[in-house]
């Protein structure tokens, strides 16, 4: 493995394309059997089977939904903004998924004498024998939750039709008030770690040091803020089916739907990875166990949670939501950084 | 293959930053507007400025456009595609011809000398981008960002007060 490709050595373009793949692919099945994991737990808690018809306890219904999805008939309609229309799933899609890239999901590994973090968008110095990774990550993250906004905005605009209208402008309201106290939230974590950078976040949390015992508060009110900025129960106001049939994506069918959906699922992923690696210490965890496989069952944890919230609450009303937002999330995070900023150090 | 990056995102840039102004319909001109402001962040990128970067994306193209969009979505503007502004392209052209100017007089000045400030590459990567901006901004930039702070205070102010319409 002596070549050599823009002054770097070939295995790290190799170990690039592998994590990348490894990862996508992970995320997929992941987002495809929480669509099922939803179904069953949330049946199970209200005294349900769930699905128990295809496969063994519905194993294979995840696969039956996309093929029916995949073969349902494309309708768009005539007096939508074709472009736009066609776009927005895009959108939608396309940050969900690509938030992983700053996420660490386990610790170094070395593959024929070379050193490679597991981390997609980072790789393994050897002059300065430490992991360099994208040192703004949170702010990446934070970046992206911002643009997947469009992704909504964009179809309620385009579909041309009350409802999604309605539905994509709430949407947009809510994503906008929550990101600032999901964005207000961690703030206090960086005040801890001193750094924006994911690799060093979880690193400090080592040991059992992790920040959800630290900044308690934050990691609810960051929690609750992200829950509501993907638009999940106990807040999936722009798909209310009571008064808006269901919201931004009304007019949507087939695989265009299905995209929605899975930029849905994928952003619940991406927001309990997020959680995992800011407040539960990332991939740390008892040292029998390798670093990946406490990540994912952290990750896991907190999907379950998410579906448990949903299985346990009613919607908010409108009013009710945005004044949780603003009047008590807010105030509440600005307390939290001044009272980290007075005790901590 | 810097070269061949920069030459790429540079004329999306530009190219997007024409449709802003030739698009008929506000939506595309804004959804090309968000396509420009992610060029500059792509840019910021490989100019060791990540931090900035981010921040790009997240104020101008995740909250400001969002805004935009949002009162375009509001207003309905799409009855008034077709209208011309004649007045708007004179005024245009006078100005985009005064920059040109302007940025002439610039280049072939020798204000530009080619030396190198404090901030180098390598001091960048060293502290970190980051901690640069926050150290700067803290200590020589203090009153005027403190005075940033206020400004934005009284807006907030005036935009309640005008909004509310009892208080």
């Known amino acids: 493995m002596g070549f050599e490709l823009f002054g770097l050595p070939m295995i790290y373009y190799i170990a690039m394309i592998v994590k990348v793949l490894v990862v996508f692919v992970f995320v997929l099945l992941t987002v495809a059997y929480a669509t099922y994991a939803e179904r069953k737990i949330i049946g199970h808690m209200q005294v349900r089977l769930g699905p128990m018809r295809t496969g063994w306890h519905g194993l294979l219904q995840p696969i039956a939904d996309g093929i029916k999805l995949f073969f349902k008939e494309e309708i768009v309609p005539s007096q939508s903004d074709k472009f736009a229309f066609l776009l927005a799933p895009i959108i939608a899609l396309i940050p969900a998924f690509i938030g992983f890239a700053v996420i660490p999901f386990g610790d170094t590994i070395e593959v024929m004498g070379y050193k490679i973090p597991l981390q997609i968008a980072a790789f393994y110095d050897t002059a300065a024998g430490k992991v360099v990774d994208l040192n703004v990550g949170v702010l990446y993250i934070l970046a992206l939750a911002s643009v997947g906004v469009y992704g909504i905005v964009l179809a309620g605009w385009a579909s041309n039709s009350k409802y999604s209208l309605l539905g994509g402008l709430r949407s947009s309201a809510q994503m906008i008030s929550y990101e600032l106290a999901a964005g207000l939230a961690i703030i206090s974590v960086f005040m801890m770690s001193e750094s924006l950078s994911l690799q060093k976040i979880v690193a400090d949390q080592a040991g059992f040091g992790w920040y959800a015992f630290k900044q308690p508060l934050a990691f609810i009110l960051f929690f609750i803020c992200s829950i509501a900025e993907i638009n999940r129960t106990p807040f999936d106001l722009p798909e209310a089916e009571t008064e808006l049939v269901s919201g931004f994506c009304t007019e949507y069918s087939s695989m265009k739907y299905a995209m929605f959906f899975m930029a849905e699922y994928a952003n619940m992923v991406t927001v309990c990875a997020v959680t995992t690696t800011l407040f539960l210490g990332g991939w740390h965890g008892p040292g029998f166990l390798p670093g990946w496989v406490w990540f994912i069952a952290k990750v896991y944890f907190l999907i379950f949670v998410c579906m448990w919230i949903r299985a346990t609450y009613p919607r908010y009303r409108y009013d009710q939501l945005m004044r949780l937002g603003w009047k008590v999330f807010l105030p509440l995070t600005l307390l939290n950084i001044v009272v980290t900023g007075l005790i901590a150090r | ?167």
């Not at chain 2, 060791?48 to 981010?54: E, G, I, L, Q, Y």
């Not at chain 2, 020798?110 to 960048?124: E, F, H, R």
């Not at chain 2, 940033?148 to 009892?166: C, F, H, P, R």
Request: glycine letters at 6%.
């Open chain 2, 1 to 167: 293959m810097e070269t061949i990056f920069f030459t790429i995102v540079a004329a999306v840039t530009v190219l997007s930053g024409i449709m802003v102004v030739t698009c008929r319909n506000p939506i595309n001109s804004a959804l090309s507007l968000i396509l420009t402001f992610f060029c500059i962040a792509t840019l910021y990128v490989t100019l060791d400025a990540p931090f900035m970067a981010a921040v790009q994306v997240l104020v101008y193209a995740g909250a400001i456009m969002v805004l935009i969009v949002f009162v375009i979505m509001l207003l309905n503007i799409r009855s008034e595609v077709g209208r011309r502004y004649t007045h708007a392209g004179i005024i245009g052209t006078v100005v985009g011809f005064l920059m040109l100017v302007l940025t002439f007089n610039f280049l072939n000045n020798s204000s530009l000398t080619g030396a190198k400030g404090l901030i180098t590459t390598d001091v960048i990567n060293k502290i970190g981008h980051t901690e640069l901006i926050a150290r700067s901004m803290f200590t020589d930039f203090l009153l005027p960002f403190e005075i940033t702070s206020i400004l934005l205070l009284v807006a907030i102010i005036g935009a309640v007060i005008l909004s509310k319409k009892k208080i």
